[in-house]
């Protein structure tokens, strides 16, 4: 059974920096490109961040490049979000999710529970 | 960039009742269009890809249709547990791959 399990949210003041963190288990974690999603509080779903399986190709909002960085280990089956210089306007609900099989990178066919980042003074 | 636009923002439908969902593109995402339910609280949940094929368990009521930049989304008679927001996605043109804004399917 694929788990995908976010770790890391909280509150932090504007201009903080944060990492969140994605556990995943049940599939062969190296080969799956993954990606950060999030949800605004009463808006709908913004894609943030994509990372190949190998780690070696990554893509960005432009809401957020030059601000985040995605990375993962695939020794420890983990995913990563470092986030610096936040807004108050990255307030949202942060989902990993994994890419589908065949290439579709950007269909997600698993989602984590979300985790919550509140930026705010 | 490309725009996905869902109509309606709300739906209103009893149980048991038809539900019709639309999405739009701004230009061509070649059939490459994902739905997601997602209900409050919870992670969303991948229903249809590939504009038309359902994912794993899903149920048959939930159908996808449409090509180019015209996109519906039909559950054929609503369950209690149907009642949610669905966002369509495209994955055809990257980055940045777009969600629409949502529909809300309430309960009459």
């Known amino acids: 059974e694929v788990q995908l399990l976010e770790s890391g949210g909280g509150l932090i003041q504007p201009g903080g920096s944060l990492r969140l963190s994605c556990a995943a288990s049940?599939?062969?974690?190296?080969?799956?490109?993954m990606s950060w999603v999030r949800h605004v509080p009463g808006k709908g779903l913004e894609w943030v961040s994509t990372?190949?399986?190998?780690?070696?190709?990554?893509f960005y909002a432009d809401s957020v490049r030059g601000r985040f960085t995605i990375s993962r280990d695939n020794s420890r089956d983990t995913l990563y979000l470092q986030m610096n210089s936040l807004r108050s306007e990255d307030t949202a609900v942060f989902y990993c999710?994994?890419?589908?099989?065949?290439?579709?990178?950007?269909?997600?066919?698993?989602w984590g529970q979300g985790s919550l980042v509140t930026v705010s003074s | 960039e490309i725009v996905m636009t869902q109509s309606p923002a709300t739906l209103s439908v009893s149980p048991g009742e038809r539900a019709t969902l639309s999405c739009r593109a701004s230009q061509s995402v070649r059939s490459n269009l994902a739905w997601y339910q997602q209900k409050p609280g919870q992670a969303p949940r991948l229903l249809i890809f590939d504009a038309s094929t359902r994912a794993t368990g899903i149920p048959a009521r939930f159908s996808g249709s449409g090509s180019g930049t015209e996109y519906t989304l039909t559950i054929s008679s609503l369950q209690s547990e149907d009642f949610a927001v669905y966002y369509c996605?495209?994955?055809?043109?990257?980055?940045?791959?777009?969600f629409g804004q949502g529909t809300t399917v309430e309960t009459k």
């Open positions: 999710a994994k890419g589908a099989p065949a290439g579709n990178d950007a269909l997600f066919d698993y």
């Open positions: 049940g599939f062969t974690f190296s080969s799956y490109a």
């Open positions: 990372i190949s399986g190998s780690g070696e190709n990554t």
């Open positions: 996605q495209q994955y055809s043109t990257w980055p940045p791959w777009t």
